[in-house]
């Protein structure tokens, strides 16, 4: 029976040393000795844009209105272990080249490139870097030949069945056309960097070359780490697009990149955001007075032409436009003729000029809400505007008035509007 | 002409002059009237309303902004122009704006059953104006203007936001019509249901509680359709999540895995999150085990983490970590799956998967291959009836 007893223990000892011992049990949550801790890539999460409380999510940006980005970071090692934040606000003109999920091989001169396990890239979300354990010593980051293709889960949708390459021996970064210099119609630029543990942040957007205005952009608050131990922070920063932001269905994106003690980063964009058009009209000229004139003046006689000021800002294409209506005296009504015959009794008529164009004012009645167009041309002007005052030269803005023969004595009050539209 | 008339007309002329010369005299051009500085923005320039007969439009991405960039006080005047049977509506229709000041104004079209199919331009205009002043005033106005196509044919659709177990949760719900890649905003809702009569197209329509986006849906309605879509998405979820491998200094192995994650909790305070870790070894799955129970699991953001040693110590091979949230007791969502090969008493490899390619590995888990366990096990009952044969059989003897 003792032998029994014997062999069964036995038994049992060897069934128990074929268990695989490494998760035989639910298991514990603590070591002790001096331990170090694997470097790892900081991840940013997500990077979207709010109204200015971070509580409505936007798909398009308004000019001179407020607005938060939330960049949503992880670091497995801490967020202490970041060393700055990049927020790139920008303009595309041309395609959108997308990189793809970002990739980082790591490796050691002694192991050698490791490999890029392509069949699992379909699993991977866009903004996650792809990773690859170093095997000892300090990690590299490695450029190579990989082709990943974007799987249906992913949340940028517009990166879709598209398939990313990275050429060799080209770093994994940007957009090949990011603008790489902030300015007010392309590129708003907000850095966060931390100096003795404190982070701090700052912004830039200037007027592009050329522009004599000053910028309207500006950074208004942002938020930082203050508990370095955490794993996640959402970093926010409220921001106004100025208002020569250049206008564009789906032409801008937001970059955000991370880095990290060891220079690793991260990248992460929004889908593609639309930045409305924006149109101002400053008039410097408010009212009018054409001095000594008679019944019967002609658009060239004098004291015609009268100078209008007038001063056009946009951040696309625009359209100016002149209308006015018929004017009231104490007794008689002067009625404005559009076609600038002032053709008939009391009937009066106006041109306008602006730049190289004219045209005669006409009532706002009609197929064209605005009434007469003048310049369908204006473009994304700078900061400074599109300026137009004086009688000669380019930049001639004026106002003629023509009467009928037979106009009634009387005391007129009207109004002249000078238009901007978006076209 | 005989002397009487001209001496009329003559007359007449001189007093015209003279009224106009005292005209100009009471023009003051220093009554600033601030008419500069009007600026016009939004999204009604960008929209490519298709509407049916009978239906409306409307939603918080739809409106204009009136600026006033100047340094007086202005009055603003809104008019909108728009093709018989089609109604534009306006939040506000005359304002004043100060210095530095700005009013959104909402759009909104409504299109009458009898409107006539078509292709329209639809104009929205700001005005500044000044009351009480006579003379001739100049003045500003901007505008935009954006396209309608009025259609005879229609579809209905009526989307509501759920929590994973299918219960109607209160959230933002939106409804787009995408046309050439871009999203049109079509309705809105923040009651978590809306119903909608739009033209037959491509849609897709997203649910957000406090901001976050917790469901999408995209579909396609075809003529008379009448399509219910359910937004289900998880209001609790992981953040983030992942495993960071430490070593020992003394020998430099592996020692643990620091499980690092964040349970973010968007819409109500719920009674218990408990979070288990899951973890596969080669494969095989073992009992998940609690690493936090959060009693309440309250709104917000929670972060978290853990230091996962087995008991054995780390044995080559491959191990996925991956979390699971019950509330209240039942499952209500999982993590990625973090994929990762130790060998040599090091990490090769860490990898992330989605939660998909998880489920797949517990399916396998569950009803293929064979368990350590039982491979162990049927091993140590043949060693353990050899011998009970090896000793009946000397018994025997």
Known sequence: ????????????????????????????????????????????????????????????????????????????????????LNIVLFYLSGTPSWPGPQIFLTGTATSGLLVVPVANTSSFTVGHPVRIADTGGTQSEYNTIASITANTSLTMTTALAHTYTVANNAAVTDFGNMPTTPDSQNC??????????????????????GDSGTTTWSFLSYTAPTDNTASEFVFTGNFIPGKVATAGVGKWYIRARVTDTQNYDSRAYTPAITMNPYDEIDLNTTTLAWGSVVPGMGFGTTPNPKSVTVTYIANGPYAKYVSSNNWTGYTYTATLDGTGGASGTNHFSLQAAIGATTGYVSTVTGPNPYGTLIDDTGVLTYEAGDNFSGTTGSYLSTMSLALNAVFNTDTYSGTIIYAITTR | MNWHFRLKSVAVRFVTLSLLLWLVGILVPAAVLAQ??????????????????????????????????????????????????????????????????????????????????????????????TEGVSGIQIAGAAGQTAKLTVTGESAKVTLQALSPDGQPVVAAVHLYRVENGQNMEVAYSQTGTLQATVVPGSYTSASYIGGQQVAEQSF??????????????????FASFGVVPNYSKDNGELAFMQVVYTVKNLYQQVDTGEVLLQISFNGTPQAPFTLVTLSPLAVGSSGLNYNYIPTGGWVDGSYDFQLQLNVDGKLYTSSTLQHLDVSGGKVATVETTSPTASSSVSAASGGKGMSPYLFGGIIAVVVVAGILVFWFRRRNK
């Open chain 2, 220 to 237: 396609i309605l075809a003529v008379n359709d009448n399509k219910t879509v359910d937004l289900s998405g998880a209001t609790v979820y």
């Open chain 1, 188 to 209: 708003a630029m907000f850095s966060w960097t931390k100096s003795s543990g404190v982070w701090s942040a700052v912004a830039s957007y200037p007027p592009a070359a």
């Open chain 2, 36 to 129: 500069g500085g009007l600026a016009f923005s939004g999204s009604f320039h960008n929209q490519d309303f298709v509407i049916p007969q009978g239906a409306s439009v409307n939603g918080p991405g739809i409106y204009v902004v009136v600026f006033n960039n100047g340094s007086e006080t202005i009055n603003i005047r809104m008019t909108s122009q728009a093709p018989p049977g089609v109604t534009i509506s306006l939040s506000d229709q005359q304002f004043t704006l100060a210095p530095g000041a700005q009013q959104q104004v909402l759009i909104g079209l409504a299109v009458a059953v009898d409107a006539v199919p078509g292709d329209y331009d639809l104009n929205v205009a700001a005005q500044s104006y």
């Open chain 1, 1 to 84: 029976m003792k032998k029994l007893i014997i062999s069964i223990v036995v038994a049992f000892t060897l069934m128990l040393g074929l268990l695989p011992t490494g998760i035989l049990a639910a298991t514990s949550g603590s070591s002790s000795g001096s331990f170090s801790i694997q470097h790892e890539i900081p991840t940013v999460n997500s990077v979207a844009l709010y109204d200015s409380t971070g509580v409505t999510p936007e798909t398009s940006m308004t000019p001179l209105t407020q607005y938060q980005f939330k960049v949503d970071v992880t670091d497995l090692n801490s967020i202490g272990n970041l060393t700055s």
